[in-house]
């Protein structure tokens, strides 16, 4: 079936328009992907790999502005913004230290939650048992701590028990056995029993993409340009065409799930969202020497650490910079620097590092749902730091809204118009 003739069309094919795709697909409604590259050739490549039912802490916290400038002052810490880009990102910041009251991070936390803890049922329904079992590993995830886990700040033990969320603390024991090699001033560390991770996100995702196919949707590698409401001459009829680098293709719906792009695709129709570009790295040590088995978030560090299919992935850092600027390749290099306090005996022979925009909110909740006088046209991005955990809940969301069928999570936290 050729892509005009699609009744859908979805522009992205990372891990959330992939979903959104096959979840319509199934459903019954011809659907199409459009993205200039293969699927998971985005941030959906080289993201750390986390599926984290557990993910209920927004980025932005109360008490959060006082640590910034120090940040900042290390232009290899955990958080850097370009200075050509500070003016341009300020108006994000802003909504950003809003959405840090504590008045608005309760009710992100409980949307967070509600979100997230559908990400395994998703993950099955979109992959099945025997590819879960394959790629998918549930044997929790380890934070490595500062301190002993009773100190953890109050808003955050309080988040852990609104949400029911399970956690165990780990003795200096339990650390050695878990992470053979760990360096010996880390003493506190928590276990989340019920996170998950994938060894290969690429692969996973690049899986989502097969299924679609195999069950009669389209793949089409082409750099869409704009989106016109109506046909080719903008005649209306509850259409729109997605003109692309090489063809025009007409559908009744339009999922944008363009990551971090999306912004740019949306201006022309009149539709301004705070969408941000969170750029991050990582770093891939193929012949690491470590016995690690769960994936690690060091919280004071801003990284992760990751056992993957090809070596050990270590992600992390926040970079604004926008959607231009060249990586800075130290900001990668330096996760190896981070790593080796963790892991003094780390083998960093042949380093391979990436770069990657998150699409970012300043709530930390995704844009979800149908845009605001534009019928037909809905919005799917910003999953930010939790794409594989936020995408394939966040595509059965805009596949029911689509299709009409009851919604398991209720949608209007996550609603376009909430900015």
Same mark, same amino acid.
């Given at each position: 079936?050729?892509?005009?003739?699609?009744?859908? /069309?979805?522009?992205? !094919?990372?891990?959330?328009?992939?979903?959104?795709?096959?979840?319509?697909?199934?459903?019954?409604?011809?659907?199409? /992907?459009?993205?200039?590259?293969?699927? #998971?050739?985005?941030?959906?490549?080289?993201?750390?790999?986390?599926?984290?039912?557990?993910?209920?802490?927004?980025?932005?916290?109360?008490?959060?502005?006082?640590?910034?400038?120090?940040?900042?002052?290390?232009?290899?810490?955990?958080?850097?913004?370009? %200075? !050509?880009?500070?003016?341009?990102?300020?108006?994000?910041?802003?909504?950003?230290?809003?959405?840090?009251?504590?008045?608005?991070?309760?009710?992100?936390?409980?949307?967070?939650?509600?979100?997230?803890?559908?990400?395994?049922?998703?993950?099955?329904?979109?992959?099945? #048992?025997? !590819?879960?079992?394959?790629?998918?590993?549930?044997?929790?995830?380890?934070?490595?701590?500062?301190?002993?886990?009773?100190?953890?700040?109050?808003?955050?033990?309080?988040?852990?028990?609104? =949400?029911?969320?399970?956690?165990? !603390?780990?003795?200096?024991?339990?650390?050695?056995?878990?992470?053979?090699?760990?360096? %010996?001033?880390?003493?506190?560390?928590?276990?989340?029993?019920?996170? #998950?991770?994938? =060894?290969?996100? #690429?692969?996973? /995702?690049?899986?989502?993409?097969?299924?679609?196919?195999?069950?009669?949707?389209?793949?089409?590698?082409?750099?869409?340009?704009?989106?016109? %409401?109506?046909?080719a001459r903008g005649d209306g009829g509850g259409r729109y065409t997605i003109m692309t680098n090489i063809d025009n293709h007409v559908a009744a719906y339009v999922v944008v799930a363009a990551g971090a792009w999306s912004k740019e695709l949306l201006k022309p129709l009149g539709i301004n969202v705070p969408l941000e570009t969170e750029r991050g790295y990582h770093v891939m040590l193929p012949d690491h020497g470590l016995d690690i088995r769960r994936t690690i978030s060091v919280s004071s560090g801003g990284f992760g650490v990751t056992p993957m299919e090809h070596g050990l992935r270590i992600a992390g850092t926040v970079e604004f910079a926008g959607l231009a600027r060249p990586p800075n390749e130290q900001r990668a290099y330096v996760l190896i620097e981070k790593a080796r306090k963790i892991f003094p005996g780390l083998n960093t022979d042949r380093p391979r590092i990436w770069m990657g925009h998150r699409p970012s909110t300043p709530d930390s909740l995704p844009i979800v749902g149908e845009a605001s006088g534009h019928p037909g046209l809905y919005l799917a991005f910003g999953n930010a730091h939790f794409g594989m955990t936020g995408g394939p809940p966040s595509g059965r969301m805009i596949a029911n809204m689509i299709t009409k069928r009851p919604q398991p999570v209720d949608p209007h936290p996550y609603r376009p118009g909430r900015f």
């Open positions: 079936m050729k892509a005009e003739e699609q009744k859908a /069309v979805v522009i992205g !094919a990372g891990v959330l328009g992939l979903s959104t795709a096959l979840f319509l697909q199934r459903a019954g409604v011809p659907t199409a /992907v459009i993205d200039a590259l293969p699927p #998971a050739g985005g941030a959906s490549y080289g993201n750390a790999g986390m599926i984290s039912p557990d993910s209920a802490i927004p980025v932005a916290l109360p008490g959060m502005l006082p640590k910034v400038p120090g940040w900042l002052m290390d232009p290899l810490g955990p958080l850097a913004v370009a %200075p !050509a880009h500070f003016i341009k990102a300020l108006p994000w910041f802003a909504r950003w230290l809003d959405a840090g009251r504590m008045s608005r991070v309760i009710a992100i936390s409980d949307a967070m939650r509600a979100l997230h803890k559908e990400t395994l049922d998703c993950w099955h329904e979109l992959i099945g #048992a025997q !590819a879960m079992g394959e790629m998918v590993h549930k044997n929790g995830q380890i934070r490595l701590l500062d301190s002993a886990p009773e100190n953890l700040p109050a808003l955050q033990q309080e988040l852990y028990r609104r =949400h029911q969320i399970r956690t165990e !603390a780990l003795t200096v024991d339990d650390l050695r056995q878990m992470l053979p090699g760990l360096a %010996p001033h880390v003493t506190h560390g928590l276990l989340l029993p019920d996170n #998950a991770y994938t =060894h290969n996100p #690429a692969r996973l /995702v690049k899986l989502v993409g097969e299924l679609f196919v195999a069950a009669g949707g389209e793949i089409r590698a082409e750099r869409v340009l704009k989106i016109l %409401p109506g046909g």
